[in-house]
Nanobody
Framework: QVQLVESGGGLVQAGGSLRLSCAAS????????MGWFRQAPGKEREFVAA????????SYADSVKGRFTISRDNAKNTVYLQMNSLKPEDTAVYCC???????????????WGQGTQVTVSS
């Protein structure tokens, strides 16, 4: 069982930066792939980024490539999403998720956090 709690969301102007954190409970955090997903009002949930258990493999949605960076600290049971050059279209609720396989598909993830709101003003 893994419990996930996100933090770090907020209101930022376009061009600004935010760093999201996702703290996980459980001693097996280091064995899980971690993903970030987002959902904007009226839209389906979409993949943002994923990182393998070791941190050696990462994946990004085309829309955030070059602007967002996913990382993890297994000693702190935490995964991060550094978001730079934010755009109004990045506005969404951002959720982290955990799964034992490496995947970018949301339906494969077994554990989800509640999410944190990110709002980017123009």
């Amino acid at each position: 069982q893994v419990q996930l709690v996100e933090s770090g969301g907020g209101l930022v102007q376009a061009g600004g930066s935010l760093r999201l954190s996702c703290a996980a409970s459980g001693r097996t955090f280091s064995s899980y792939t971690m993903g970030w997903f987002r959902q904007a009002p009226g839209k389906e949930r979409e993949f943002v980024a994923a990182i393998s258990w070791s941190g050696g493999r990462t994946s990004y949605a085309d829309s955030v490539k070059g602007r967002f960076t996913i990382s993890r600290d297994n000693a702190k049971n935490t995964v991060y999403l550094q978001m730079n050059s934010l755009k109004p279209e990045d506005t969404a609720v951002y959720c982290c998720a955990a799964d034992q396989s490496y995947t970018t598909r949301d339906y494969w993830y077994d554990y989800w956090g509640q999410g944190t709101q990110v709002t980017v003003s123009s």
